[in-house]
């Protein structure tokens, strides 16, 4: 949902196997404006889970790559 991509320049004389297309991380509050009153909260174990307190922050990055 966060993510972009783009596709790296491929030098025909390099010797590894290519990475077409590279994937990046885009955080999620900058998509927001401003944060607005009232968003909904996690509570206090979910956001030490998550990381964070409000879950539209959230953004997925360390569960689906394995970091915590």
Same mark, same amino acid.
């Given at each position: 949902? =966060?993510?972009? %991509? *783009?596709? $790296? *320049?491929? %030098?025909?004389? !390099?010797?590894? $196997? /290519? &990475?077409?297309?590279? +994937? =990046?991380?885009? /955080?999620? @509050? &900058? =998509?927001? #404006? *401003? @944060? @607005? $009153?009232?968003? /909904?909260? #996690? %509570?206090?174990?979910?956001?030490?889970?998550?990381? +964070?307190?409000? /879950? %539209?922050?959230? !953004?997925?990055?360390?569960r689906e790559e394995g970091i915590s």
């Amino acid at each position: 949902m =966060f993510r972009g %991509s *783009y596709r $790296p *320049y491929v %030098s025909p004389l !390099d010797p590894c $196997p /290519p &990475i077409r297309v590279k +994937t =990046f991380v885009l /955080p999620p @509050q &900058i =998509f927001m #404006n *401003y @944060q @607005q $009153p009232g968003l /909904p909260q #996690n %509570s206090p174990e979910e956001a030490l889970r998550t990381g +964070t307190l409000w /879950p %539209s922050l959230a !953004d997925g990055f360390s569960r689906e790559e394995g970091i915590s």
